[in-house]
Nanobody
């Protein structure tokens, strides 16, 4: 069974940086896109960044200019470089791997990694 594992979360001071990583434990055929979502307590899960297999990206307005999504195809890994972190970025960050253009029930979700931005 394929499992998606995120790593790289932790506690960081405002203005600091973290890099999240996400990779499946098994093979996933024809990945269309790899996405990062986040969910803060009491809030809906929101899309943070998306990267398609063709190289196009999409970012939430709140993270534009600060976050960068990238991938290593050889390792089948997607990264989220987070710079200039703000307390508002505190959330559980989830990786999603899609084999379709839009959301689907067979998307591959990770368990999440906690990011806490605090002084």
């Amino acid at each position: 069974q394929v499992h998606v594992v995120e790593s790289g979360g932790g506690l960081v001071q405002p203005g600091g940086s973290l890099r999240l990583s996400c990779a499946p434990s098994g093979s996933i055929f024809n990945i269309y896109a790899m996405d990062w979502y986040r969910q803060a307590p009491g809030k809906q899960r929101e899309l943070v960044a998306a990267l398609t297999s063709g190289g196009s990206t999409n970012y939430a307005d709140s993270v534009k200019g600060r976050f960068t999504i990238s991938r290593d195809n050889a390792k089948n890994t997607v990264y989220l470089q987070m710079n200039s972190l703000k307390p508002e970025d505190t959330a559980v960050y989830y990786c999603n791997i899609r084999t379709h253009y839009g959301p689907a029930l067979d998307d591959y979700w990770g368990q999440g990694t906690q990011v806490t931005v605090s002084s």
